[in-house]
């Protein structure tokens, strides 16, 4: 395989080292790792990380975003609710992002538009998923 190639730069490798059982371990070679439970209950299951990887990539955009309008965010959460297919694989069948937001000066507008732009345009991980997945949002935009 090559270094790199016309479909875009070289992601950095990431290892995943088995620990015993369904348990393992996950990350860059020289950086911290993740402890991942195929039984989700020592650690988060593959498919939970996979619903976090899509929340914190979303909510990196939103905070970006909100940053750039001059209206930082004090406090972010996200959860979301999930359905997966009943056939194996039982892939993300669908995905509803709940935001609650504060970032005082902003308005409820700019949260909406923000968190548009990073679902529908920014994030990677959303464009990485099966293009018929819908990911939808909700916000509460908080004191």
């Known amino acids: 395989m090559s270094q790199g190639s016309a479909q875009g730069s070289l992601h950095p490798s ?15 070679a020289a950086g911290t790792k993740i402890r991942i439970d195929g039984d989700a209950q ?6 939970d990380l996979l619903l976090a990887s899509l ?4 909510a990196i955009d939103v905070v970006t975003i909100l940053a750039k ?3 930082p965010v004090r406090s972010l959460h996200v959860r979301v609710e999930a359905h997966r297919a009943e056939a194996v694989p039982r892939r ?7 935001f609650s937001v504060s970032a005082p000066g902003t ?14 345009k ?9 293009a018929d997945v819908p990911v939808s949002w909700t916000i509460a935009l908080e004191p």
Not at 14 to 28: C, Q
Not at 42 to 47: L, T
């Open 14 to 28: 990431i290892e995943v080292e088995w620990n015993g059982g369904l348990e393992f371990e996950a990350g860059r």
């Open 42 to 47: 020592s650690a988060p299951s593959p498919f």
């Open 55 to 58: 929340a914190s990539c979303a």
């Open 69 to 71: 309008q001059r209206t």
């Open 92 to 98: 993300l069948a669908s995905a509803v992002l709940h």
């Open 107 to 120: 308005t409820e507008q700019k949260v909406t538009r923000a968190v548009e732009l990073s679902v529908t």
């Open 122 to 130: 920014y994030c990677s991980v959303r464009s990485s998923l099966a």
